[in-house]
Nanobody, 122 residues
Framework: QVRLVESGGGLVQAGDSLRLSCAVS????????SGWFRQAPGKEREFVAA????????HYADSLEGRFTISRDNAKNTLYLQMNSLKPEDTAAYYC???????????????WGQGTQVTVSA
């Protein structure tokens, strides 16, 4: 099993930056890829970004690339999401996910964290 614990969410104002973290533990060999998804109230969970732990290769949602940056610290088994120029429409619960294929498809990920709430006020 792989355990994922997100942190770093909170209430910010439009234009602010925020960095989310996701601590990965357990059988990390089952988690060669990690990603971030988000879910706003009443909406489907949507892909944000993903990264390959071994080579650092990344994949972003087209609408978010440029404002959001995914990264990882292999020594700490921690995944990050740097979010800049935040907008009210970025308000959502942000989830960390783990799998073995870098993908924007939710079903490709086998393990999920509990999520951290990000609220952006206008």
């Amino acid at each position: 099993q792989v355990r994922l614990v997100e942190s770093g969410g909170g209430l910010v104002q439009a234009g602010d930056s925020l960095r989310l973290s996701c601590a990965v533990s357990g059988r990390t060999s089952l988690s060669t890829v990690s990603g971030w998804f988000r879910q706003a109230p009443g909406k489907e969970r949507e892909f944000v970004a993903a990264i390959d732990w071994s080579n650092g290769g990344t994949h972003y949602a087209d609408s978010l690339e440029g404002r959001f940056t995914i990264s990882r610290d292999n020594a700490k088994n921690t995944l990050y999401l740097q979010m800049n120029s935040l907008k009210p429409e970025d308000t959502a619960a942000y989830y960390c996910a783990a799998g073995t294929v870098i993908s924007s498809i939710r079903d490709q990920y086998d393990y999920w964290g509990q999520g951290t709430q990000v609220t952006v006020s206008a």
